[in-house]
């Protein structure tokens, strides 16, 4: 299930300080703090993850990897190695720890990778266009798996004795010193530790074989993974470093994850529109007036104990949507998912609000994604545009943990944008590339052995 392999990382005294070239995930960065991280440093990875939007903007992004390498700015590690990776935030006392190293892909079933999102194809290509210039995994997708069950007893090391990943990455953490440690704007402090020890890799992928992963964060990477691989085979290329993906694997029953809620901003539609049409199939209630978001999120929070419930803003103020209509949606849903997805709060605003009430079909131009509640409403409450309204934004309850791992289960995937698991890996650690002189993965143990 994991591999170890040749990390690129940071030349210290190439750069203006760690902290300055890493950045958060690609898909969680907005305009202003994009400006931000490539002000930071010439050298920040923004530059590739986010190289722009014109057509060349990938192979510009492929140029200024080769010469960061080149010039010795990006520095490649002498041998494989997996990466102990930990977030650590002394004001709230959380910590997760991880191990970023190479996955095999495959299917599910082959491989134990879980997706439980689904994609858009605009987005897999972005993802997968950029790999396929730079041959570079630049971020690794984020894995969770639990290690408190027992593994798969097809592993060939399932009754052997030993000791565990976790218990593995936590005496490196207690016993040496980090190769990088950073704080970051948010407080949290971040610290990478190369394990290029053989003893203690076999005893991490032996711990490994045999388990699933969830995907909690990457599922428009791991679809551009398969993409890519899947291209490779098609050209008869055969086994290769396509085989393999960048990933951060957390043990949930030892560093349990959070779960956040994402958001929507529907550009155009009048937030006294949407609440007046989503009556046909919602109770819906006018908060009082002066309501700050904090105070609405309550309300929210506190409907959505009762069942399916949503925040509309815009405007100077807030309504919430309760109750829907259980024949209106069970009409709306598609034939043939179970129960549990259609009980999805984001399953019933996929398919109700959005498609049946407010006739608006999900897609990147028409319905915009947000991680922070704050960022969605304060989108919609700028003053106008040439007279164009800026939007409703719609704010949601978190989805469940039980709930995404009964679904993944099931082999079904929920509404795209439905999870925001954290904390996400920095991105600029520990970086990979693939291109066709590499060499490839060292010991990968599969899912099965």
């Known amino acids: 299930m994991l591999a170890p392999f040749r990390g690129i990382r940071y030349a210290r005294d190439r750069v203006s300080g760690i902290a300055n070239v890493t950045s958060p995930p690609y898909d969680v960065i907005s305009g202003g703090v994009l400006e931000h991280l490539r002000a930071a440093d010439p050298h920040n990875v923004v530059r590739l993850i986010l190289p ?20 010795g700015v990006l520095i490649r590690d002498r041998m494989p190695a997996l990466y102990l990776y930990e977030q650590h935030d002394e004001s709230s006392s959380w910590r997760q720890r991880g191990i970023i190293g190479l996955v095999g892909l495959g299917s599910p079933r082959a491989a134990g990778i879980l997706p439980h999102e689904g994609v858009l194809p605009g987005l897999v290509a972005d993802r997968r266009e950029l790999m396929a210039a730079t041959q570079a995994n630049l971020e690794p997708i984020f894995l969770i798996y639990d290690g408190a069950q027992p593994r798969d007893p097809g592993c060939p090391s399932a009754d ?48 490994l074989c045999g388990r699933r992963a969830l995907i909690a964060d990457g599922h428009h990477r791991y679809a551009a993974y398969m993409d890519l691989q899947s291209q490779a085979r098609a050209s008869g290329r055969g086994a290769g470093p396509w085989d393999f993906g960048l990933a951060f ?40 007036a002066g309501l700050d978001l904090p105070g ?45 997805w259609r009980s999805l709060d984001a399953a019933v605003l996929q398919q109700l609000l959005l498609g049946r009430l407010w006739g608006i079909a999900d897609s990147e131009r028409d319905v915009l994604i947000y991680h922070d509640a704050g960022d969605a409403v304060r989108a919609v409450t700028s003053p106008p545009v040439n007279g164009t309204c800026p939007g409703t934004a719609v704010i949601s309850n978190p989805v469940t943990f039980e709930a995404v791992i009964e679904i993944a289960a099931l082999g079904e995937r929920v509404p795209r944008k439905s999870t925001s698991f954290g904390p996400k890996p920095r991105t600029g650690l520990v970086l990979r590339t693939f291109g066709p002189n590499e060499e490839g993965p060292a010991g990968l143990i599969s899912a099965h052995g």
Do not use: C
Request: proline share 8%; charged share 20%.
């Open 52 to 71: 722009g939007e014109d057509a060349n903007a990938s192979q510009a992004a492929a140029s200024l990897l080769r010469e960061w390498l080149s010039t």
């Open 160 to 207: 052997v004795p030993g000791r565990t990943a976790t218990e593995v990455i936590d005496a490196v953490a207690a016993e040496r010193a980090p190769l990088v440690t950073i704080d970051t704007d948010d407080g949290v402090t971040h610290r990478l530790w190369r394990i290029g020890d053989p003893a203690e890799q076999a005893a991490i992928t032996s711990d």
């Open 249 to 288: 694997l957390v043990d949930s029953s030892a560093y349990p994850p959070r779960l956040g809620a994402i958001h929507r901003v529907l550009p155009g539609l009048a937030p006294d529109r949407a609440a007046e049409l989503a009556k046909g199939a919602f109770t819906v209630h006018d908060l009082p």
């Open 296 to 340: 609405a999120q309550q309300r929210l929070a506190e409907a959505g104990r009762e069942g399916t419930a949503f925040l509309l803003a815009g405007g100077p103020g807030f309504w919430l949507l309760s109750h829907p209509d259980p024949v209106a949606a069970a009409d709306s849903m598609p034939a043939g998912l179970s129960a549990p």
